[in-house]
């Protein structure tokens, strides 16, 4: 994500030096010094914690198999292709219902 941030110049300067000093880009600075300031309150961790969460479900879901899987989502190595033409049929089928043409 980009975060556009208004600086004043002179702490925008001591912020290049002392990214600079670490050896690591203004970005990587000002990304870690928010990190630690999180950290500190606590906010970060319990942020970190949810991220794990919601990573652990992800696989959980992935490990499920196919009979347990909710439908439209393929588990690992079983990508399910687009199908164009019954997507397509399907499409029409509902405009001719909602709009009352029949045929065609």
Do not use: C, W
């Not at 925008?12 to 630690?36: L, M, N, T, W, Y």
């Not at 950290?39 to 970060?44: F, L, N, P």
């Not at 879901?61 to 164009?84: C, F, H, K, N, V």
């Amino acid at each position: 994500m980009t975060l556009l941030v208004d600086m004043n110049p002179l702490l925008a300067h001591e912020v290049e030096r002392a990214a600079r000093r670490a050896g690591i880009s203004p970005s990587q600075f000002i990304v870690k010094a928010v990190e630690d300031a999180l950290r500190a309150r606590g906010s970060y961790a319990q942020m970190l914690a949810i991220q794990a969460e919601e990573e652990a479900r992800f696989q959980d879901s992935a490990r499920q198999l196919p009979e347990d899987r909710p439908a439209g989502i393929p588990g690992p190595g079983m990508e399910q292709p687009y199908e164009t033409e019954a997507s397509r049929k399907s499409l029409l089928e509902r405009l001719r219902r909602k709009h009352g043409v029949h045929g065609a």
